[in-house]
C-alpha cells in the first residue's frame, strides 16, 4: 500500500510530461559531467507551430553529427524524413504512405540521387491483453 502511494506523484508527473504544449518548442539536450561542468550540446529537438517534429540534429565533440528534417503534407501527415551527415550534406530521404487509420503503411527509403534503396512495410497486430 505504501508503495502505491509513492507512485502516485510520479505518475502525475509522467501526465503533465505528456501534456507539454510542442507549438514552436525547441527541446536542447546537454551533457555535462558528475559535478555539472564541461556543458556540451547533445541534441536539439525543434518543433512547428502546430507541436509538429520538424527538425533533430545530434552532436558530438566534433560538432554537428547528423541532422533530420521533417516534412509533412496538407493532410498533416508525415510525408518526407531528410537525413544529412555532419556536413548537411544530404544522404537519405524517406517517404511514407499511411493506413485508413492514419497509421504508416509503407516506408520508402532513397538515397541521395534519388534512387529507391529500401522499402518497410507496417503490420500492426492487436493483442487480446492475455486473456
Known sequence: MASALLLLPLAAGAQEAAKINKKN???KEWNTDPKGNNKVLDHVTTYNPEGKKIEEIEYNSDGQKWRKRYEYGADGKLSKELVYDGRNRLQTYKKFEFNEFGRKKIQYTY???????SIKQYEYLAQDGGK
Open 25 to 27: 518548442l525547441v527541446i
Open 111 to 117: 538515397n541521395a540521387k534519388g534512387k529507391l534503396i
